[in-house]
């Protein structure tokens, strides 16, 4: 049984830092991904990772976050630095199944940055 869990998230000022984690059980990904979804937006895409390290950000958090992961944990990483009242929103993983193609996603985690 697949299960996706987020952790990390709360509330912090603007410009600090924080780390979310996801772990990702039950079956091999083949690219794992950080969404966000803002008050009254839709959901869009934070950055991935493939199961090889090869990464993808979105324009508004390159230079600022930074996704990787570790296979042996099945766990994949967001360091947030210099965060901005922008970025608030609830943080979700999505785990891509290697072998069907089947997109597993967290419920989300928190993140709130004050100004």
């Known amino acids: 049984q697949v299960q996706v869990a987020e952790s990390g998230g709360g509330l912090v000022q603007a410009g600090g830092s924080l780390r979310l984690s996801c772990l990702a059980s039950?079956?091999?990904?083949?690219?794992m991904g950080w969404y966000r979804q803002a008050p009254g937006k839709q959901r869009e895409l934070v950055a991935t990772?493939?199961?090889?390290?090869?990464?993808n950000y979105d324009d508004s958090v390159k230079g600022r976050f930074t996704i990787n992961r570790d296979n042996a944990k099945n766990t994949m990483y967001l360091q947030m630095n210099s965060l901005k009242p922008e970025d608030t929103a609830v943080y979700y993983c999505?785990?891509?199944?290697?072998?069907?193609?089947?997109?597993?996603w967290g419920k989300g985690t928190l993140v709130t940055v004050s100004s």
């Open positions: 999505n785990a891509r199944e290697l072998f069907s193609g089947t997109d597993y």
């Open positions: 990772i493939t199961r090889t390290g090869s990464v």
């Open positions: 039950g079956s091999i990904f083949r690219v």
